[in-house]
């Protein structure tokens, strides 16, 4: 009658997709690490939620002004629920090892999604935003 998850595996697993709404596990990978990050998404449909349950994780909020994303960093804490509401630009640079639960709107992952690429400057911009944040938990 109960049903039971663990997800192992790096990246992104949608586990328990029900009508209208889905819960998945993001674990670190390499895409995730801030070197790495190059682009934003946003969902259009639907608000998604993030709940830090292992690691260290920065939650990344943008707006695009004249055309350049404009940063809000949250160094998330752990079993804290952040929103990320629709149509806000995002992403999450993850430490390794770090395991994020996300609730959002069933087949988001399918269908739900743009990407805007960041110029070079920006990634530096975030790479140096980010590293001081997780630095302060070292």
Do not use: C
């Amino acid at each position: 009658m109960i049903e039971t998850y663990k997800i192992e595996g790096d990246g992104y697993h949608p586990f328990l997709i029900r009508e209208g709404w889905q819960v998945a596990q993001l674990n670190y990978q390499e895409e995730q690490h801030i070197d790495n990050i190059k682009r934003l998404d946003v969902h259009l449909e639907t608000d998604e939620v993030f709940v830090l349950t292992k690691g260290n994780s920065v939650l990344i909020a943008a707006k695009i002004e004249d055309g350049e994303p404009v940063f809000e960093l949250q160094l998330m804490e752990q079993q804290k629920v952040y929103n990320i509401p629709q149509d806000m630009w995002h992403n999450i640079a993850m430490e390794e090892g770090s395991e994020v639960i996300i609730i959002e709107k069933s087949n988001t992952h399918i269908s739900d999604f743009e990407f805007f690429p960041l110029s070079n400057e920006k990634q530096i911009e975030l790479k140096e935003k980010v590293k001081t944040l997780f630095n302060t938990v070292k």
